[in-house]
């Protein structure tokens, strides 16, 4: 994809510049690999949005011939992309992505050193990107036993279930995270629909006595476009957090069958399943100690993996 990123570089073309609620500019960076992998991997493209790791007909219309949508994700399997990151996480780290150096603000990234000789071993780490680009004189974090790391973190969701004030502060948390957020969402879904009523009621207007207003009708049609095409996803985002309460009960039972689903897991699925649960796992080389922050969904994925698990 180097190529690519290489001559919408040369050509000056940037992702989408926006302005969020609160009046902050987000957007219209240069691409990079990552960037442009997103887009090219993106359903909505060819009229289709993506809900819970599954692909639903959307409202909108593609843009994108689904031939060549299709040729684009077969070039990207060919290449290795095709699996995510899960797949390509070829040594187990289980915490790669969420572990993060407290001392630089950066992200910890899964190492590893291959002993010599005869009988050759292999042990991993964790080391601070931020000690990798400017030298470990820069950053207190040193190289973390990824093993160990591993292990204290995923014990530390084991004590949920033990501690009922732990599990209850979890639950609380999650709670008011997730109506923070379904609040937000019914609020943005609320001003798209004023917004794209607005948009109607003008197109209508212009379109019966159009004048020298040709312009204005299209970029109504792009608005109203780019609205309808937001929709569905704020749509599933609201319905996906009004089904995320969770009775202490529930959450209880989940967390005690944890070592049974943990025990079935195979490295990669655990990685996966930590990732459902955590958003941040962070290090703080001065005390020697971590912080886990669990994702407000977090309990939720963790009863869904317990009950197909019991299936």
Not at 75 to 89: D, F, I, P, Q, V
Not at 143 to 163: C, N, Q, T
Not at 253 to 264: H, P, Q, V, Y
Request: with cysteine.
């Amino acid at each position: 994809m180097l190529p690519v990123v290489h001559e919408l570089a040369r050509k000056g073309w940037c992702n989408k510049k926006r302005t969020t609620k609160k009046g902050k500019l987000i957007g219209n960076k240069p691409f990079d690999k990552c960037m442009l992998y997103n887009h090219l991997i993106n359903p909505v493209y060819i009229g289709k949005i993506t809900h819970k790791d599954e692909i639903y007909e959307g409202e909108h219309e593609g843009i994108i011939d689904p031939e060549v949508f299709e040729r684009v994700q077969e070039l990207l399997r060919a290449n290795g992309r095709g699996g995510g990151a899960e797949a390509r996480n070829t040594y187990g780290a289980l915490l790669r992505g969420i572990l993060r150096c407290k001392a630089c603000d950066r992200s910890m990234t899964h190492t590893f050193t291959t002993t010599r000789g005869q009988h050759k071993t292999q042990y991993r780490y964790y080391r601070c990107i931020g000690a990798i680009k400017s030298g470990s004189c820069t950053c207190p974090s040193g190289s973390l036993p990824a093993a160990e790391i591993e292990r204290v973190v995923v014990d530390e969701i084991r004590a949920i279930a033990k501690d009922k004030a732990l599990l209850k502060q979890v639950l609380d948390e999650s709670q008011i995270k997730i109506e923070h957020e379904l609040k937000a969402m019914q609020t943005e879904r609320g001003d798209l629909n004023k917004e794209l009523n607005r948009h109607h009621r003008e197109l209508k207007r212009l379109v019966t006595d159009p004048g020298d207003s040709t312009d204005r009708i299209a970029e109504l049609h792009d608005r109203i476009a780019e609205g309808e095409r937001c929709l569905p996803g704020i749509n599933a985002r609201i319905a996906e957090l009004e089904q995320e309460a969770i009775s202490p009960s529930e959450a209880c039972a989940a967390f005690e069958s944890f070592d049974t689903l943990w025990g079935n897991l195979i490295p990669r699925e655990q990685a996966r399943l930590l990732q459902l649960l955590i958003s941040s796992v962070e290090y703080d080389a001065e005390h020697e100690s971590i912080s886990v922050t669990f994702r407000p969904t977090s309990i939720r994925a963790l009863v869904g993996k317990s009950t197909k698990e019991a299936a």
